[in-house]
């Protein structure tokens, strides 16, 4: 949180005096040699040393240059020839003027900060003192506010630049699909099972109280990838066995049994290969919500994928059994009636 402030500190300031100063002969520039030889060296010479070159600065002893006294021993050269010693040109004055000066966004500014106690997360704390701030905020003038940094400033900052980006992504998604599957039902089929993944995810981090930050996010933008694609590889198994002859119900379930185990490997694999990560502090939250999330999506991704499937182009059950029981009845029926005759 931070609001307008100023840090003041005591210094010691120069004030030439410009009739003393012409009448001794001494000019601005002999002035400020004189104190810059005090201060911070003035280079007079270089020395050669091979093939390194050493300045040679003249100033005031390392002991004596930071004190203050040391200005009652400089002396400053005149256009006659002499040196004047620098108070007779010179005052000294002691003002206030600000020391270190913190600035955010050119204006001065406090930093307050403070520790966040284990099992709370930092964002519901700095909301909730914002809140309780709000009468306090609302009080100050129009040259000072009270503002949150830290991890929620960063978190916001970095939601904004994945906001700018997600329209260019989703458009580069849908093209994609639409080349593979090249039919915008089925395509809209498999970015609807995309969301599925925060379902497992908001479980995993609200079970281990983990934070749903940037890191999460970028967890579960790279889930929804992976969902898609086990999406796609269903979707396009019911097309092949669609065109191979098989009806559409028949398709659905026989594709869905035997992308059953390669879906649930992969996700598997996955989800093993994200347990060292979980010991990581700054990766925890995505690493949960990358395991929370397959696990979930793999689940419905064999379940509601095909259901939804079946629905979106009206695919009905076969009466296979009332079929067989039909035709069973027919022969039975034909064979009595020659008897009875």
Known sequence: MICGARATASTQTLRPSRHRARALGVTSQNLRR?????????????????????????????????LLSALDNVYVKTTF????????????????????????????????????????QSP????AVLAKLEPLRNSLSAA???????????????????NEKMPVMLLVILLLLMVQLQHFGKTLLVLVTGPLGLIGAAMALLVFQAPFGFVAILGVIAL????????????DQIQQDMAAGH??????????????RPITLTAAAAVLALIPLVREV????????????????????????????AMAFRVEVPRRGYAQADDRSGSQQSEVLPKAA
């Open 34 to 66: 004189s104190l810059q030889a005090l201060l911070s060296g003035f280079q007079v010479g270089e020395f050669r040393d091979g093939d390194e070159t050493i300045k040679v600065m003249l100033r005031e002893p390392s002991d004596t240059r930071s």
């Open 81 to 120: 020839g002499t040196s004047v010693p620098l108070r007779q040109v010179a005052s000294f004055k002691m003002v206030l003027e600000p020391g270190i000066q913190w600035r955010r966004d050119r204006l001065p500014s406090i930093t307050v900060r403070g520790v966040v106690p284990d099992g709370v």
């Open 124 to 127: 519901d704390v700095a909301k």
């Open 144 to 162: 000072y506010r009270i503002e949150l940094q830290g991890a929620v400033e960063e978190s916001a900052k970095s939601q904004t630049s994945i």
């Open 224 to 235: 929804a990838g992976i969902i898609m694609r086990n999406s796609v590889i269903l979707v």
């Open 247 to 260: 009806d559409a119900f028949t398709a659905i379930v026989d594709s869905t049994v035997r992308r059953f």
């Open 282 to 309: 700054f990766w925890t939250p995505m690493a949960l919500a990358m395991m929370g999330g397959l696990i979930a999506a793999t689940i419905l991704t064999v379940t509601f994928l095909p259901a939804l499937y």
